[in-house]
């Protein structure tokens, strides 16, 4: 079994806006805006451009994380002023870190007849120190993460990697992630069985679906993978 992080372990959404509201808030930012939320859109807004150009292989990590700063401030930072800045965001987001309360049940529920690994498309050093500050890490054998890989979701290779590191064929490798096309498609297209954990939004969603097992809470993720032989004995999955 193959998870993704954020948003389908970690509630990143909720710890982002929480933690760029304080930061904000502390370093007199808001009033710039017609409110917090308006502050917060265009936060995720950058977001996403800066981390479709790394996920593209346009940019670093640690330089995508520097032009979401420059680009929200509209100024013209050195890395170490962008660094800065960033570090005393990730103070406030820290603060607002959980999981989400079906996580724990269903990894309890799988434990005994599934080996559990990530793979994520951000780096390393931050999901495996979000892992170990949640309690997680010592539940997974593999943890690969984009920027050290080289290959991001939702290329084949990415996914591949994370078999090949399982010593497993794709076909006996079920992943579970939040997003229907980066994590649900790309799964699928890559052979392994895709589960979309689709929290949010409770309606269709993207063209993923049509590829993916959806799922709106992990309590439902042991019966349906159990219940899946198309890939032979449940207990193959990875």
């Avoid at 399982?166 to 490798?173: F, T, W």
Wanted: hydrophobic share 45%.
């Amino acid at each position: 079994m193959v998870w993704d992080v954020d948003d389908t372990l970690f509630d990143y959404t909720t710890a982002d806006r929480e933690g760029m509201r304080a930061h904000l808030a502390v370093e007199g930012l808001l009033a710039g805006y017609d409110g917090p939320e308006q502050a917060l859109t265009r936060w995720r807004e950058i977001t996403d451009q800066q981390w479709a150009r790394f996920s593209a292989g346009e940019v670093g990590f640690e330089e995508q994380r520097r032009d979401r700063v420059r680009i929200f401030l509209d100024a013209d930072l050195t890395d170490a002023e962008a660094d800065a800045w960033f570090r005393r965001y990730i103070g406030h987001y820290e603060a607002a870190w959980s999981l989400f309360p079906d996580v724990l049940p269903a990894l309890e529920a799988l434990s005994a007849s599934h080996r559990h690994a990530v793979l994520s498309n951000s780096s390393l050093t931050v999901q495996e120190h979000k892992l170990r500050t949640l309690g997680l890490l010592d539940r997974f054998e593999v943890v690969l993460c984009a920027a050290e890989l080289g290959v991001s979701k939702p290329e084949a290779g990415a996914f591949l990697a994370v078999c090949e590191a399982l010593r497993l064929p794709p076909h006996e490798v079920a992943y579970v992630g939040d997003h229907p096309e980066i994590d649900g498609r790309g799964a699928a297209e890559a052979g392994l069985l895709s589960v979309w954990i689709d929290r949010r939004t409770g309606s269709a969603q993207a063209a993923g679906e049509a590829v993916c097992r959806r799922i709106s809470t992990l309590a439902e993720l042991p019966a349906l993978v159990r219940a899946d032989t198309r890939f032979g004995a449940p207990s193959t999955f990875g």
